[in-house]
């Protein structure tokens, strides 16, 4: 849109291009994510029930409990500090690639985050866990001993991975492009639930944390009759009891 993207320019387009394809009949919710102009383009301009995007809802859940974990925020500050260290020097990437040969570990780049997408955080812990050994092995080399991560900050990395690897799996899941995903909603976040509470780890702010935004985000998700109705006629959500406890 070059136009202001406001809720009125907003629902203009959208009730146009639902014309030109002669639609707007037969359209009984729209889907988007959380922005206050779109979401009121659908509910107050164009009178349509809105459904929220469930993975940029999830994204914005586990965002929001990350940022709140100080544990884990300082944990990600060192790791990130880390693996820059290693984009910005030709030196240590090509000292990385050596010890990783000579220890027979497969030659992997690090990751780094980025701060619009979450699960950038789960592959730069991931990653980083699974190359400590060497990682901690070449600062050392480097003469950047003082860079190290300390075993106790590595339990809660490994623990930050073990917490969040559910949340990944949920994000592939809703982002696939070929079978349809609305009914997944609801067992997802009953699942994820069970997950934030049932794991056993030390990194316990997350966890709570997790389990704030979700009460939050999520509340009333079974009350969407388009999202509810969605996973009772799905065969596959015949037999499992998610929806009412």
Known sequence: MKKEHTAENIANDIRRVCDEWDIFHKVCCIVTDNGAN???AVTK????????????????VVQSAMKNSEELRHVREKV?????FFHHSV?????????????????????????????????MLERFEDQ?????????????????LS????????????????????????SS??????????????????CAVSRKVNIFSLCDELQKQFAKKFTGMEANFHIAAGTLLDPRFKKVSCLHR
């Not at 301009?45 to 914005?60: E, G």
């Open 132 to 148: 400590y050994e060497v990682i901690t092995t070449t600062l050392c080399l480097l003469g950047k001993r003082q860079m190290c």
């Open 91 to 123: 030196k240590a990437s090509d000292k990385l690639a050596e010890v990783q040969e000579e220890k027979g570990f497969h030659k992997k780049k690090l990751i780094t985050d980025v701060d619009t997408r979450w699960n950038s955080v789960y592959y």
């Open 177 to 194: 492009e070929k079978f349809t995903t609305p009914s997944k909603i609801i067992p997802l976040i009953r699942a994820l639930q069970d």
């Open 38 to 40: 779109i979401v009121a």
């Open 151 to 174: 075993s106790d900050k590595l339990e809660t990395v490994k623990s930050a991975v073990q917490v969040l690897e559910p949340f990944e799996e949920a994000t592939r899941e809703m």
């Open 45 to 60: 301009c164009l009178q349509v029930k809105h459904v929220p995007c469930f993975a940029h809802t999830l994204n914005l």
């Open 80 to 84: 990130k500090a880390i693996v820059t």
